[in-house]
């Protein structure tokens, strides 16, 4: 009896082995890329495509000015992006990639591996492919904004439309319902385009006011270096959505990657931005300009969020809780997201400080040279 179970193990263990001394040479270059797709379920983790608009949105969207901004900072590849998307191959993309690192440990690039192609990915590569130029305030979606020169309530004033004077809530957390009209659209592009979210649009993190404010002040914010750190900050999840589907596939058509074989997908007509989607997110256009319905929320226009808001509300900004909040769903993911933001910023500052060593070990040996030279004239 104990035998026969000792049998059938070592045959799985054999046959395991066996499995991935063959792994297909297309889809991984090493046994351990092979091992790490299983490991974390990457064919489980659900890809975030982009959500381009219509003709007639992009007109409408740009005659009232929620186009702007993009057309500023030289985006707008990135919003108009309609090609198919092809979510095996963005698993693949995320799992096998492999950093690579300056001496003080950041990373610079990082390398990728799909359909036999091996692809070295650098911000300068992203702003090739993005059409985007690659200058700018260089921010990342964990907060690390170290140029600018914004406080807690200049970005709250500048995303709610305050005036100087007006309190800004004790530099609190406002929720999608207390953005203007503009950082409200700008708000919800961005979290399907630059930097796209599993859910839960309503929320604003810190980031995001940060990344609003450059915005509607026309401050330059660098692209490929934001789309760089989020491709990362995927990498390194085991449960996140995995975004920019678009992007990749004109990534892979960049560097030749066979996709005359894949079945790629396309976004629906309800996916795209219409000129009705603003009347989902509640706002009515009265006398050429849109204003937000007094009865509305704030809403998300989606039909079908990729990870569910059920119980998601706004809350009011800077109002007094009660003792004892009801625990609600909506609670729970926010302080998830203070909890998640508060790591990225533990790990920005160790980076900044590897950063900085290096930049002071490269000092020191150019001044041991100098001291060497000066010593030879002597």
Not at 296 to 322: F, K, L, N
Request: with cysteine; charged share 25%; hydrophobic share 35%.
């Amino acid at each position: 009896m104990f035998g026969g179970k000792k049998k059938r193990k070592a045959q799985k263990a054999a046959a395991s082995s066996s499995e991935w001394e063959e792994f297909n040479p297309n889809l991984f270059q090493t046994k351990e890329q092979s091992e790490n797709y299983e490991e974390k379920r990457m064919h489980n983790r659900r890809v975030a495509p982009g959500r381009p608009l219509t003709t007639d949105a992009y007109s409408h969207f740009e005659n009232y000015g929620f186009l702007g901004p993009f057309i500023e900072q030289e985006w707008l590849k990135v919003i108009s992006l309609n090609v198919p998307y092809y979510p095996k191959l963005v698993q693949y993309f995320y799992n096998n990639i492999v950093y690579e690192r300056n001496a003080n440990g950041s990373i610079h690039a990082f390398k990728s591996y799909v359909n036999g192609v091996a692809m070295r990915i650098s911000k300068n590569v992203l702003a090739q492919v993005l059409q985007a130029p690659n200058e700018g305030k260089r921010i990342n979606s964990y907060g690390a904004w170290n140029e600018t020169h914004f406080t807690r309530a200049n970005q709250i004033q500048t995303v709610c439309g305050l005036d100087e004077e007006e309190d800004a809530q004790g530099g609190n957390r406002p929720s999608s319902n207390h953005l203007t009209v503009q950082a409200r659209v700008l708000h919800h592009m961005l979290s399907y385009n630059i930097l796209p979210k599993g859910g839960h649009r309503e929320t604003v993190t810190y980031f995001d006011m940060e990344l609003l404010t450059n915005l509607l002040l026309s401050e330059k914010v660098n692209l490929p270096y934001l789309i760089f750190n989020h491709m990362l900050n995927a990498a390194e999840s085991s449960n996140r959505n995995l975004p920019y589907g678009m992007i990749l596939t004109v990534l892979f058509e960049h560097f030749n990657v066979n996709l005359s074989e894949e079945v790629g997908l396309r976004i629906s007509r309800q996916e795209f931005y219409t000129v009705s989607s603003l009347k989902k997110m509640g706002f009515e256009l009265r006398n050429g300009e849109y204003v937000r319905v007094n009865n509305a929320h704030g809403g998300d226009d989606d039909d079908d969020d990729d990870e569910g808001d059920e119980g998601a509300r706004d809350e009011p900004m800077g109002e007094a809780q009660s003792s004892t909040p009801p625990i609600t769903l909506q609670r729970v993911w926010e302080r998830m997201d203070g909890m998640y933001e508060y790591m990225g910023q533990m790990s920005t500052q160790m980076t900044g400080m590897h950063d900085y060593m290096g930049q002071m070990t490269a000092q020191m040996s150019t001044m041991q040279v100098i001291v060497n030279e000066m010593r030879d004239e002597w």
